[in-house]
């Protein structure tokens, strides 16, 4: 959704086409786990509209693992250097990124044909021979073993992403007989994430920036906070949702996370975005998750004034 004005601050910035592209995408997607963690803190927020900014980051987070999947099979043709790949192959036509797009999602295809046939009856038979143990905590550590066997195999044996195959261990898991079980023992290993995810941002981040660059950073979060909440707004008014619903939803896209930080680590890597976008990205993100929890109590604060009157009215035409 912030993906234009995302890529304009780029290209403002003086980064290449390449890095905008990598730069406007990683600002575009908010953060799943921000949002769940505001919406525990928060209360009075419409139903649909919680339903309607999960099912959305969902979705972004998806679209976000395909891009990781297919980012790196065009960085030679948008100015990087795809592992394996020589500086020649940088001039790509159009026949050339056809081909790239067809290889990359036929290993896609294989990759979740292998998952969803004799993958998942290897992965619940292993699953169901640990769990006969009776040990909690072995349990747990198979969980993680199979999620980053699968990704560590969808890397090396089919060219796909890390992130890519420890989704779909994820999906195959949620199959089987022990998925509630196994959820109800990663709680704690869930908070525990939770808490690193934050940890990592703080060590992520460089104060310096905010004096060296405060104009920078500031263009950054005005996307987050400002440009994508406003599109988000005016695509869910199009489609006829009431204006507290639509807050809710913008307020909900008004934030960064995780899957910007492995898309602008990606981008690095791939030599498509040099490592002061990451710093940018990280700043915005750090700031605009402090700023959330405002958003959303004034969202709040708006619905419960808006609510009162309709309310009085209605009993005083009675």
Known sequence: MGYLPGSGVGFFLGLGSGAGLVFGIALSVASTVVLLLALQTQGALSPEAVRIAVAWLIVEDLLM???????PAFASALGGQAPGHDSAQQSL?????????????????AFLAVMLLPGKRVLRWVLKRVEQLGSDELLVTALGAIALGVAYCAVQCFGVSFALGALVAGLVLNKSDLSEAAAKHLRTVQNALVVLFFVAIGMLFDPRILL???????????VIVVGKPIAALILVLVFRRTLTTALTISASMAQIGEFSFVL????????????????????????SIAINPLVFRLVRTFAQRTHVPAAEGSVASA
């Open 212 to 222: 060296e660059e405060p104009l920078r950073v500031l263009a950054v979060v005005a």
């Open 65 to 71: 693992v395909l891009v990781m999947v297919l980012l």
């Open 93 to 109: 036509h159009t026949g050339s990124i056809l081909v790239i797009v067809g290889q990359t999602l036929t290993k896609m295809a």
């Open 264 to 287: 602008a680590a990606l981008g690095i890597s791939l030599r498509l975005m040099p490592a002061e976008g990451l710093n940018l990205i990280v700043a915005g993100a750090l700031i």
